[in-house]
């Protein structure tokens, strides 16, 4: 479980989050939704301590993170694994070497034990013999699939995933999302998925937090998005055209 | 600009602290080697090469007068080449290409998320990147400012003796007359503060890129030109501290 509370940030004179607080909980995808430039990204950044926050704390299972010394921050970090909006896979390793990579320097495993897990991780998300290739060789959902499985090739207690259907088809999307899913569910860990996909709202937010010009103005799940009573958040379900022709029949 | 100076100390701060195993470092080191040593090779024996064989005609061309010795000329050849050409001319190609490329590939890797990717492991990407490049570029450079030092001085034989400027003999006399070995001890101290300047101005000014591709070719720009100062000023300074009398 994830705990934030009073998360703050600005850059120079523009405030982009705004006193901040909520609960991820474990075992299925929490989902940041707003539209673009509402400040979902920053506050993830802010969570995994890539941007510090101008005030607030960060909570994982207790443990504080912001305000730790680094041995702690590493530690926590250490149990972190994340998929970033563009993958973020290191250009100069072809796919298993990027999916070994945190096993080659955060452990001591042997390597026919790292292979096996590099190959059970690339199977989890569907990939099977593209060991060799580079990441400039495969598809933007392939790099999307390698990187998850980079993610949870150490077993992690918490994966974060940035705008993860970005650029994607509506077919691979949906593949991407049921994966977090099931890998939430199945290794039973805190997720924290980025998005303004209302596909992926509709799909997987069992816990969904909406933010709005940096201040959170509603938390529910799927089930209760559609009558929430808030405006910012009808209009922002229901740019959506499906959504909108749903919600007229 | 004070600002910015303190940001490089801290950033030079960061590359000891949490650190990695020796066997990590080991091989990413080896690869920056190969990278930074076998492929400035070519380039740096064709330069040195080629300032060797120009020393030889310049000085040729200025010693008018005939009762100077004709060994003079590799005796001018070798104090340049080994004081200056080799060192500090070469560091600035150093710059341009091994800076210039440090500094567009972590730029690349920032904007494309891959150093924030090494952070949220729990790895401190300034030691795991930077440190390589700069321990690299301590090996590697001082064996390049040999290579252009023997170089250079092949190259003044060759244009020395192939144009009838000097004779062999004069040549080989002149380079190994009134030698100084602290003239190569110098060289060589040069070459170890210009390549840490090179290769930590270069991975500073990269790894601290923010933005887009435009963004990368500035930053490999600015580290090329921001290199080649502090090596200059470093340059005079050591000449001022060193061998002042």
């Known amino acids: 479980m994830i705990e934030i509370k009073n998360i703050s940030k600005s850059f120079a004179d523009k405030t982009i989050l705004k006193n901040i607080s909520g609960v991820f909980e474990k075992g299925k995808p929490n989902l940041l939704i707003g539209a673009s430039g509402t400040g979902k990204s920053v506050l993830m950044k802010c969570i995994v301590g890539l941007t510090h926050p101008d005030e607030g704390q960060v909570f994982y299972d207790g443990r504080d993170f912001i305000g730790s010394d680094r041995n702690t921050i590493i530690e926590i970090r250490r149990e972190m694994g994340m998929l970033f909006q563009g993958g973020a896979l290191f250009d100069s390793k072809n796919v298993e070497q990027n999916v070994m990579f945190p096993l080659n320097v955060l452990t001591t495993m042997p390597w026919p034990e790292k292979r096996e897990r590099v190959n059970f991780c690339l199977k989890r998300v569907g990939l099977e013999n593209v060991n060799s290739k580079m990441p400039s060789e495969i598809s933007g959902g392939m790099k999307k699939r390698v990187g998850i499985a980079r993610a949870i090739v150490n077993t992690p207690n918490y994966l974060f995933c940035d705008e993860p259907n970005s650029g994607l088809d509506p077919q691979t999307s949906i593949v991407i999302d049921e994966l977090i899913q099931d890998l939430s569910e199945d290794l039973d860990i805190t997720t924290i998925v980025v998005t303004h996909d209302m596909n992926s709202v509709m799909g997987i937010g069992e816990k969904i937090m909406f933010l709005y010009k940096g201040e959170k103005l509603w938390e529910g799940n799927k089930d209760d998005i559609t009558h929430s009573g808030v405006k910012e958040l009808d209009d922002f379900v229901f740019a959506n055209k499906v959504m909108n022709s749903l919600r007229n029949k | ?245």
């Not at chain 2, 990407?125 to 690299?136: C, D, Q, R, W």
């Open chain 2, 1 to 245: 600009m004070i600002q910015e100076i303190g940001k490089y100390f801290i950033f030079l701060g960061q590359l000891l602290v949490n650190r990695e195993t020796f066997k990590t470092y080991y091989k990413l080191i080896l690869d920056e080697c190969i990278s930074i040593g076998i492929g400035s090779l070519f380039l740096v024996a064709l330069v040195s090469t080629f300032m060797g064989a120009v020393t030889t005609v310049q000085t040729a061309y200025n010693m008018v007068s005939d009762f100077i010795p004709k060994y003079v000329i590799s005796q001018v050849v070798r104090e340049m080449i080994v004081l200056e050409l080799a060192p500090t001319i070469i560091a600035v190609i150093y710059a341009g290409k091994v800076g210039s490329s440090m500094a567009s590939g972590l730029g690349t890797m920032r904007i494309t998320e891959q150093i924030d990717a090494l952070e949220v492991m729990g790895i401190n990407s300034i030691s795991y990147l930077v440190l390589p490049k700069i321990v690299a570029s301590l090996l590697m450079y001082p064996l390049l400012v040999i290579v252009a030092g023997v170089c250079g001085m092949i190259g003044g034989y060759l244009a020395g003796t192939l144009t009838g400027i000097i004779t062999p003999n004069d040549y080989i006399y002149g380079l190994r007359s009134s030698y100084n070995p602290f003239t190569v001890q110098f060289a060589l101290l040069k070459s170890f503060v210009f390549a840490f300047l090179v290769s930590s101005i270069s991975s500073y000014k990269g790894y601290n890129t923010q933005g887009g591709a435009l963004e990368v070719g500035i930053s490999s720009t600015q580290a090329v030109t921001t290199s080649v100062i502090a090596v200059l000023i470093a340059d005079y300074l050591l000449a001022q501290l060193l061998l002042a009398k």
